[in-house]
């Protein structure tokens, strides 16, 4: 007989109680685990997305990942959907009653230097579960809907944006990424600069670029670079294929796909049916009435692209999609930023699934 007993430390008490003073708060960033038969033995693992202040990184992201599988079993799994250009895990999160009628599915850092996404979704994961037995509204959410969640997309990607030349110590790739900066240098300020900024996987190319979604339609871009290269071909890239992987697992009620510039939320993809466009707007202003970001059609303004995993849910998988974009300017955002965007955010999943239960 296993069962764990939480002992209830500070990092619970913020959890589920007020999130005003949220980020001044976060010191404590430990669980006490003890198990039934083993109360002798304190275990207190680190989770390391509880600590807000500092970046957070892809390996961070696998102990939480393991520690809170292992602490909420029957709240969390995680399935490994593939493996990145450089050979790092891409995961797949399931939330909540995986038997539910209804299925949410969440996508994080396709782009690597929107990596606070990933720290958002998974604090919003943590959060859930930490408070799960005291609060009514998640155990409604998650008991009836059910999260399948990819919370680092393009970890590649994040690692380059977040290390430098520390994210590999494979030469003939940092000699690439050096290659690229000779093509694309005109308006970054350093090599160093270049690299936080980076957008795409290890191979150059952009992840929400690759998708066969009007993949033809899509210009820009003619070569491998840091941003805005669509691939050779489409689903030419490890990362598109285990984010095809991963949707193909059940059918979902909507997407919410995590991006990092603006306070915008953008709704809508070319050729779609009105009646499909029309979800796609009412889960935005669902979203909009939470965090109040400014909404996009992307059918109707200079900003639509294609070729986007948003672009494939809706024109091939005929499931409504939006981009939620969190931050305020440009990205990396900001550390400090992270509170004012947790505060916009935190309880998303609870309205967006009241939307995934009652759109038909
Ligand atoms: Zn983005």
Not at 164 to 192: H, M, P, V, W
Request: hydrophobic share 35%; with cysteine.
């Amino acid at each position: 007989m296993k069962k764990a007993i939480l002992f209830i430390c500070s990092l619970c008490c913020v959890l589920g109680g007020t999130f005003t003073s949220y980020a001044s708060e976060m010191q404590t960033n430990e669980l006490l685990i003890v198990e039934e038969e083993q109360t002798a033995e304190a275990i207190a693992p680190t989770i390391f997305v509880a600590d807000t202040s500092q970046i957070y990184t892809y390996t961070m992201m696998q102990n939480d990942i393991a520690q809170l599988t292992r602490m909420f079993p029957d709240k969390i799994q995680y399935e490994v959907v593939g493996q990145s250009t450089e050979g790092r895990d891409i995961y797949l999160l399931i939330l909540g009653n995986p038997k539910a009628e209804h299925a949410v599915f969440v996508e994080g850092s396709i782009h690597g230097r929107e990596y606070i996404t990933t720290q958002l979704i998974m604090h919003m994961l943590l959060n859930y579960t930490v408070s799960y037995d005291t609060n009514e509204a998640y155990q409604e959410m998650l008991n009836n809907v059910c999260f399948y969640i990819v919370p680092m997309s393009n970890p590649d990607g994040v690692s380059i944006s977040q290390l430098g030349e520390a994210c590999t110590e494979d030469e003939n790739r940092l000699s690439f990424l050096r290659t690229l900066y000779k093509i694309d240098k005109t308006g970054y300020q350093s090599y160093a600069n270049y690299l936080a900024r980076w957008k795409a996987n290890a191979n150059g190319v952009d992840i929400n670029r690759n998708f066969d979604a009007g993949w033809n339609t899509f210009l820009e871009h003619t070569n491998r670079s840091s941003e805005k290269f669509k691939g050779v071909t489409p689903a030419s890239e490890a990362e598109t294929i285990a984010l095809m992987t991963a949707f193909s697992k059940r059918d979902f009620d909507c997407v919410l796909n995590y991006h990092a510039r603006g306070e915008v939320i953008y709704y809508g993809a070319l050729g779609v049916s009105s009646e499909l466009s029309a979800k796609s707007k009412s889960l935005a202003q669902l979203v909009n009435s939470v965090n109040h970001y400014r909404m996009i059609d992307t059918t109707t303004s200079s900003v639509c692209v294609s070729g986007g995993f948003g672009d494939w849910v809706m024109m091939v998988q005929n499931t409504p999609s939006i981009a939620i974009e969190v931050g305020r300017g440009e990205c990396p955002v900001s550390q400090s930023e992270f509170s004012s965007i947790w505060k916009k955010n935190y309880n998303m999943w609870e309205f967006v699934s009241y939307y995934a239960k009652n759109v038909k």
